[in-house]
């Protein structure tokens, strides 16, 4: 079995104690010997990783666990890199809440204005990580959970040659949920998924084996719980007429109107209340008789995080040929999207062979919308890839969301202005 | 020269006479020998088709003019049939553009919930027609002018194998306004122009051969008339990125927030100021010492409309080898787009022979807009065709404008209602 | 466990004993309540189907055995109908390959003039099957083996709505060869295989998870038993360059030329030698005291020919989500072929839901030859199941063998005449 | 009027009196300054070019005329750079067709492994001169003759930005041989032509703007001259089946059985015999009293080739709207193939715009056959340009020709050795 070793780039953010865990966990399946966390903030490092050399004590041979603010450092001979980062932390993304709805668009952390703006704060990051690895870990896998997670992949997959895979926890949080609620705890479910990260659809329900999946659409959305299960409680005879079940992140392009009347009544952003949450973890953290994660964490959802990372990883060093759903370059897998476009979709992973399942035409109730926003989210690609402002405006222009090319100009202007710290565009 | 038979659908529109005033003008190069007038407004179709008879009285050798409401015998032996009619007239458009302006949304004749519900409407009538062409006048081209013209003349294209191409005077409103204000009325200047009907855009101009595209977009974007010229002020910096200009309709999509707030403003909605126009025009075409095409009507737009016809029934016709900005199935045309979807392109008309210019990949910034609203349009000509209200309502959620899936189904229903006569889903 | 109902036509081919085994060795996962042997011959079936019947006699609780040759009692009820019949068995086959021989090309079963011939006889009476199945087995899965596989499955697949997988002996037989002569039989190997059926390709090889592609492509082809792993010992360099290996039958393309003098200077074409080898298999199974699997069978290869069919089965039974290798319609899966063109590549089978595994693009080396392939097969498929002599002869023009267009129109006209009793074009 | 300065590479063929006599017959519409003569056999370029010189005396303002074989010399400053070069002249040419026949295959200037050995001499002098343009003529458009000129244009296409057009008299030869023979010489008649450079079709026939296609196809079939018409008297059967007509080259691919039998039983190759008549030519224009085209040139259909070129720089030069056959890259002109793929289609040239006729779907009997040669063409120019063994070797076997590895290796040895002035690979 091949010792590990682990970096966690972002380490400072109250996730990683998950992550850590998940490893923990397969003990037998993995050897972890080096978990390298990396992040700007020495202060939260100390204490999230003060948390995780504790938790390592519980190994029978416990990995070395090193904390640094140097990336090559913490990238050097890392066999997976795993990508947690936040640029600017919860104040960058409560600032890109506030300027969407300050422009009567939804406030959101990765979808419209808000996402857009993080997705240009993050591209110059990410690419110079995948420019530290081909030199000191060649041959290592990015891991990359950095939202937007489908637009900070597809900048790696076509400015470098660094092998990454994009994950989410969307999906498998859909999965476990709909699952506990249809009372399937204990069946095999394939859940046929497609699309692109937080833009996704399951076409498909297969109960250990059986195709469910007429009936079982029906059951999800006449459902008390549907909302939960998917995210939203989607209009049944939309999804049944489209013969696909949206998921989740689709209620802000199905539900635009509502969802901005909710979130622009709300006192506080998204953004603003995890201040507080995320400083009260951080306190929980420092208690030096903390040696276990938190109860509370895997409460928020962040378990399944930790376990569609670490059973990639799994799949990808024992060979046990599982299906992820994975952000990857398309390949013709979703027909009618580009080739480096980055999709959301099922693959085998055996070892070093991550194939994804071909999903063949969308279906027409949806294609535009899909083809829509990965137009946008290819253009904020090499807008943030090439520091184009004017590319950044056409990105911008080219979501569905927005309604005035005015509306776009003022938006980007106010980003740029905002995160002067963090965006350079020519 | 072969003796025509013209055959007009919905001739009681007060265009009709530019319509026969353009063939007059080319009686060296077509022969007609009949105008076979139809319409079910018996009342409107004499008052127009009468100025028609005086009209004709100018020939050397007087076609012979029939009116009728009775679709057959209009049809039968026609050579060419140009569709013109408007179910349920003014009254009806004005219906649309309330319906959308109610729910929050532009209320305008071909674009967003106004042109889908004006789809509705129309496509059985025109597949009846096709109908009618395929066992009364086989071989007879199908001119459509009816909007929205893309749209319809999708929906003959997918459902009949009736010759169709579709039609607008859009193109050729925008290249001779910008003839005339960029002072060009002696030149010959192409415009490379592509996309779908009401969605186009300018990729290139060529003054007497030479490519003039970049210093030409600058000139008309910085020109005061430019949004004579294209319809609209358009955002220079937005085009210039783009490296294409939009064109007209594209207004709604870029400036969708400013419309809406311009449109929901106004006392009247365009088509109920029309009803006015209308009836005076009505008055005036009454007149019976009135025996030519009236002045004004060439003010209003109209001319460019019966040249647009008259001008490609002379290619047909003659073999002039002349392009013709016209509305046909794509056949990779413009890549990414399936073949029966119909798009606006240059075509080079040679008699029977009509053969689109090549357009390639679209522009990534319009790609996603395009595709978007190409999907929408595709299912709206499924859910008229096929008469599906479920297709009906994702056509709809398929329109870019639509912010809630909630206001598409009472969009829907209000259109279902108040076109009761009309519209008949299941 | 749900019981089986299996019924196999050509089931009178001394290949049916392996399958029955196969379901034996599997009683644990898979109960078969009935075998529905059906073929045209009774004579042939009475001798295979009594072997069989003694073989059933080992079961704890043994299937009822029927023997019969009518297509609906066979088909009625069965929820999988195994295809391996012959139209015309050995005899025709032997015509196939001198009618090839005759005009100057490879006489072969499967590849150019010989496969043609098989196809056009089988294509009716394959889609009279899946008429049946519609019929009288809703919802059966047809398993075709008959040959040429991809061919007759893409006839089902397009002409009827029966679901319908193609499989091979090649992949496994491949597959199974290679890891005996590389010494990875403990090994877990992925054999990342795609193309059309009997013109197919590895491209990658996964050793435990490890992409050890570029050695082992070497030392395959260095290797001594290269032959036998691949069906041939294939040109070295050209597989290098092509970064492909390409697997058995392409040899007929590859080295077309000196397979051509090879079978050309044979006494016997293959199918005139097998006619004897059958002789003596049916005298074999008339032996009343065989009541087991005649052990020389699986010395023929036949054991993955069981392998592959009932471990797909078994797939869709127990939902064990296993890779098979398939011959489905693409729909994207290798960029560049059309939808319902039938390709053979790995899939995941898990009950009712099968995915193929993501092709992307086609290596440029051999791009054009599957593209030339598949065209031929699609014309074939449409020929033989519109019955157009036109279409046939251009079918035969655009297989990449032939060499002229009056070799063609000959070589059809001596199809037609010896094959008067199965093929019927007009 | 712009005065032109026209530079020709490969000046020293004896072609080139028709090209200056074309200029010549159109003094009115295009005014040349300057013939920039090259060759780098200044012995032929002295006796062509003299007789060049002769001939520009009859203009009233005779245009220079330089002789240099100086690249840099002859393209400073050019509009238009002709190229008609053939490197290693009709002795290479003769070698090209041995070494096909030597190995059992069709020796032909273009098609085969003759036209593949012409390929590999062609590609590095043709991106040198591409280069020297983008140097010392930035905007000049190189219009390119050298064969095989499809594959030529190609090169110059993927490898540079240089403007370029490929051209070949086939079409246009066709199309004037079937006007006279059909008796239309008075006539429109528009060829609705597609394809690749020496293998392209007919897919409509139009008359004076009537498709006559289906009475056309018939009659020239049943022609006693279609073989003049065509190039070769094609099957009737398989062309009306495939509802397009095959022209000229397509008989190596339909007939290559019967062309091998032809060429390989005659005593010279027509490189051979065509030495002799180009030494009687060259001596004929050394005549002093010769001042204007020999007459006998036209009658070697010269004059098409001169046709096709001057009347290509006159649309671009008058923006006469005409429609031309040109070798360009496809960009989804026709579907299926790559957007830099080159093909020969219809093209409206309107001065600097030059845009394809859309030709959609290629009717299914061809398409293998085309995508065929076309991923063989796109490997030899990676071949050629990038000067790889390797994918030379691929490209030879992906020839539809090629019946073995073997061969190929044989053919590419040979091909080496005898070109080894001109050939470099590793």
Known sequence: MKELKICVIGAGSTYSPELIDGFFNRQDKMKVKEFALMDIRMDRLKIVGGLIERMCQHYDNPPKVIMTDDLKTAVEGADYVVTQFRVGLLPARAKDERIGLRHGYIGQETTGPGGFAKALRTIPVILEIAEMMKKYAPGAKLINFTNPSGIITEAVARYTDVPVVGLCNCPITAFMRTKKHMGWENDDVFFDYFGLNHLAFIKGLYLNGKDVTDEAFEKILDHPNCDEMLGYAFNKRQALAMRVLPVSYLQYY?????????????????????????????????????????????????AWYSEAAVSLINSMETNDGA????????????QGLDDMAVVEVPAVVKGDCLRTLNVGKMPAAIDGLVKHVKAYESLTVKAGAERSADDALLALISHPFIRSVNDAEAILDDIIREHAEYIHLH
């Open 254 to 302: 199905f539900h635009q109107k509502e969802l901005y009347e909710k979130i622009s009544s709300q006192e506080k952003t998204r953004g603003e209340s995890l201040i507080e949450v995320d400083k009260q973890l951080l306190k929980d953290y420092s208690d030096p008789n903390l040696t276990t994660k938190p109860a509370g964490l895997s409460l928020r959802g962040g």
């Open 323 to 334: 299906i992820h759903f994975v952000c990857v370059p398309n390949h013709g897998c979703i």
